[in-house]
């Protein structure tokens, strides 16, 4: 199973970037997908989050309206388009892959990609 995100990196305050997360290893089209991202220091956080088929996302409050998931499932792909990026935006963003069978749960992560929003 690998999960490998792709798409960080510098930008200014207002900018924007695109996340891309390339899975492979598993029915990606039966995982619900997610990102999350992390501040040294800080707890992991969910960003947003869509379901298998990709009809229903969810985002944190603070993400709404600037934040896009969504996926590709003939391509193994899922995506976080993030506009009016904030210096708060900048962490370590992570692509996560679960599945919830019965009372299981399981999970998949990727290694993250940096996003850094600074002038």
């Known amino acids: 199973v690998r999960l490998v995100e792709s798409g960080g990196g510098l930008v200014q305050p207002g900018g924007s970037l695109r996340l891309s997360c390339a899975a492979s290893?598993?029915?990606?089209s039966r995982w619900d997908m997610r990102w999350y991202r992390q501040v040294p220091g800080k707890e992991r956080e969910l960003v947003a989050g869509i379901d298998s088929a990709g009809g229903s996302t969810n985002y944190a409050d603070s993400m709404k309206g600037r934040f896009t998931i969504s996926r590709d499932n003939a391509k193994n792909m899922v995506y976080l388009q993030m506009n009016s990026l904030k210096p708060d935006d900048t962490a370590v963003y992570y692509c996560?892959?679960?599945?919830?069978?019965?009372?299981?749960?399981?999970?998949?992560w990727g290694h993250g990609t940096q996003v850094t929003v600074s002038s």
């Open positions: 290893g598993f029915t990606f």
């Open positions: 996560n892959a679960a599945y919830t069978r019965g009372q299981n749960e399981y999970s998949y």
